[in-house]
């Protein structure tokens, strides 16, 4: 079992940037590939980014076509967090972002990532709000 808890959402501008944050506790969180969702108000959540899992500690990133470029997710181990730099943020990014501990390390690519049923535990979520 893996308990994450994410932090650093809040409210700012378009073109601002913002960092959020996510512990996890519980399990070994170097064993698992992890990732970052989103959901807008009357929308699915939607696959933001993920990094895979690797026995050297580093892994491979993935995105969201909408936030390439402007998005970067990153790990420590160490401190069993895992982070989500978002620089240039657009009202359209609006929205609660969840972290997530995929269920599998044996997959990867952004087809496995960005689908909702492969991922194992869920945080509560942190809202970011983007005004235009």
């Known amino acids: 079992q893996v308990q994450l808890v994410e932090s650093g959402g809040g409210l700012v501008q378009a073109g601002g940037s913002l960092r959020l944050s996510c512990v996890a506790s519980?399990?070994?969180?170097?064993?698992?590939?992890v990732g970052w969702f989103r959901q807008a108000p009357g929308k699915e959540r939607e696959f933001v980014a993920a990094?895979?899992?690797?026995?050297?500690?580093?892994?491979?990133?993935y995105y969201g076509e909408s936030v390439k470029g402007r998005f970067t997710v990153s790990r420590d181990n160490a401190k069993n967090t895992v982070f989500l730099q978002m620089n240039n943020l657009e009202p359209e990014d609006t929205a609660i972002y969840y972290c997530?501990?995929?269920?599998?390390?044996?997959?990867?690519?952004?087809?496995?990532?960005?689908?909702?049923?492969?991922?194992?535990?869920w945080g509560q979520g942190t809202q970011v709000t983007v005004s235009s």
């Open positions: 997530a501990a995929y269920a599998s390390i044996a997959y990867s690519g952004v087809s496995y990532f960005s689908d909702r049923r492969t991922v194992a535990f």
């Open positions: 519980g399990d070994t969180f170097s064993s698992y590939a």
């Open positions: 990094r895979s899992w690797s026995a050297w500690g580093v892994g491979n990133t």
